[in-house]
């Protein structure tokens, strides 16, 4: 698989050449050509010789490469298309097809809009697994402003047990994700209130006497642990 742009006339493409077809899955091939689907840039097939070309017009479109720095907001929009078009691919049967989650092959289009490439291979990373390695590279290239809304988002995407189309829900509800891995349950209490709540399980009562308190399974990090369950 090799990537070139090419210019015609005053369009620009991107396009992306398979030798002899290989890697190629015809079905999924023949779906992403004869369908349009909400945030993926619709491709131009052709072949050359016994080579497959897929070429996408990216005339007048921004790549996240070239972009300084995403808002919060922009970075939220971003997450909830790629999830879409994660969602799109695998409603349509698109089983293995991969979306390029790279900086330098998603785009905004002129109503600030993001679109991605999706190529019909075989077999490849998983959709979600690559979008987590996006997001982290984003990161790391001071690509997304800092906030505290990114520690959070961070937290919790690092989680592979949590699904990308649940991670912005999830950094919405009030709750510590940076230990959910270790099967902790963390309450999160109001220290103005006067009546001290308590937990009751299996007969065993225990005051809530602090704000931070952990319920779960580990004996040396929880407040109050769950056992034989």
């Known amino acids: 698989m090799n990537l070139s742009y090419e210019i015609v006339g005053s369009l620009v493409y991107l396009s992306v050449r398979f030798e002899r077809g290989l890697g190629i899955d015809g079905m999924y091939l023949k779906i992403i050509k ?3 689907f909400s945030n993926m ?30 808002s919060t907001e922009e970075f939220k929009q971003f997450f909830e298309s790629a999830v879409n078009v994660i969602k799109t691919v695998k409603n349509n049967g698109l089983t293995y097809a991969s979306i390029m989650f790279d900086a330098g092959y998603i ?35 001071n690509k997304i402003e800092e906030s505290d809304f990114l520690d959070k988002f961070f937290k919790v995407i690092a989680n592979k047990d ?53 319920v779960g399974k580990n004996t040396q990090h929880c407040d109050f642990v769950i056992s034989n369950n």
């Open 34 to 36: 004869e369908n349009e």
């Open 41 to 70: 840039l619709k491709p131009v097939i052709r072949t050359e010789h016994e080579d497959v070309l897929i070429s996408y017009n990216i005339t007048s479109k921004t790549s996240l490469e070239q972009k300084t720095v995403m």
């Open 107 to 141: 785009y905004t289009n002129s109503e600030n809009n993001f679109e991605f490439i999706c190529l019909p291979l075989k077999k490849g990373e998983s959709n979600e697994d690559s979008l987590r390695r996006c997001v982290f590279s984003l990161a790391n290239s």
């Open 162 to 214: 949590i699904p990308v189309d649940e991670v912005l829900r999830k950094c919405g509800e009030s709750h510590n994700f940076e230990n959910d891995q270790d099967d902790k349950t963390v309450l999160l209490i109001n220290p103005e209130e006067k009546k001290i709540p308590y937990l009751i399980y299996k007969g065993e009562k225990a005051e809530i006497n602090k704000d931070r308190f952990i």
